[in-house]
């Protein structure tokens, strides 16, 4: 991607107008602000602390000619060693969650597991399967996040964001076209800033009990205690990741610190300081060992972003 030649003292000079000093780093390590725990630098990392002021980034980005990631919990995600140029706009300041009816608005970067919990404190059914998924819900929108019996596409009613020159777009569900791990906004890079989830009043109770024993069956066969970024590949129809794996008795494999989980096999994890080159390599080799046992071609679900 053609990138204008910016100096780390102009990025500081065209947002400290409107950003204070520490909102804005400088070469961030990413390996950071990753559930992997893996990635070189940023050049630039921005965290905002109002929807105004990410788009006035994205403003000022669209400008400057300067490319720019939004970054929200850092899961699903494998950034190259050599880390990513330009911006990296982080959401975690963006926190608000706002009842209305059976609706709640939540901010893209509040964390999916505390959406589903001020849901189910509410009392308000349809986010239990959620409860246990990493990042933000921002994220969860965008790839249409599932687990266990529900995905996104089944709460989410509206979404405002903007487009790369920061304008804003109100996308209703039909319009985002959510089919499995995808959206709309996978495919048009529009920004998400805020969502609207429609939910349905059920008893608290209940609602807790369930989500409490999906978490339970996630502590049992998930390795919740490692760095990884879940689920690392989709699930191709009419199979199963882990168990095609597992019967490759790659359990336990590894490539430097980049391990298959022990524990479940559809888990590659960080099992010290891989690097982003363990990581692939480790992807590429099960992929490549699944391909030739079961003729399956095996697809990544975390995304994989930064300079070559």
């Known amino acids: 991607m053609f990138m204008k030649e910016i100096y780390m003292t102009d990025y500081v000079k065209i947002f400290s107008s409107f950003l204070k000093e ?5 070469n961030e390590p990413m390996k950071r602000h990753t559930t992997f725990g893996i990635g070189g630098p940023a050049d630039c990392f921005l965290i905002p602390e109002t929807t105004e002021e990410m788009q006035r980034i994205i403003k000022e980005a669209s400008k400057e000619e300067i490319p720019l ?40 970067g509040v964390p999916t597991i505390r959406v589903a919990e001020a849901a189910a404190q509410y009392g308000l059914s349809g986010l ?13 929108v965008y790839m249409n996040a599932g687990a266990y019996i529900g ?99 790659m359990k336990g494999f590894s490539v430097g610190d980049a391990q298959v989980s022990t524990k479940h096999a559809g888990f590659l994890i960080n099992n010290g300081n891989a690097s982003f080159n363990d990581m692939i390599t480790l992807i590429r080799e099960v992929q490549n060992r699944v391909k030739a046992a079961y003729g399956v071609e095996l697809k990544t679900e975390v995304q994989m972003i930064g300079e070559e």
């Open 128 to 140: 239990e399967f959620a409860g246990g998924i990493p990042g933000s819900i921002g994220g969860a």
């Open 151 to 249: 995905e996104m596409s089944q709460v989410v009613t509206s979404v405002i964001s903007y487009d790369g020159k920061g304008d804003i777009a109100v996308r209703g569900k039909d319009e985002i076209g959510y089919s499995y791990r995808n959206s709309l906004f996978m495919r048009n890079k529009e920004i998400i800033s805020e969502i609207t989830l429609e939910l349905v009043p059920g008893d608290r109770l209940a609602i807790q009990n369930l989500m409490n024993d999906f978490n339970a069956r996630r502590r049992e066969k998930q390795p919740l205690d490692k760095k990884s970024a879940g689920s690392t590949f989709k699930r191709p129809e009419g199979h199963f990741v882990g168990q095609m794996i597992e019967e490759l008795q």
């Open 69 to 108: 990631f939004i970054l929200g919990g850092g899961a699903n995600l494998l950034v190259r060693d050599k880390g990513i140029r330009g911006l990296v706009v982080y959401t975690g300041r963006l926190q608000k969650i706002e009842k209305e009816g059976n609706l709640l608005h939540v901010t893209a």
């Open 22 to 26: 520490n909102q804005i780093k400088i």
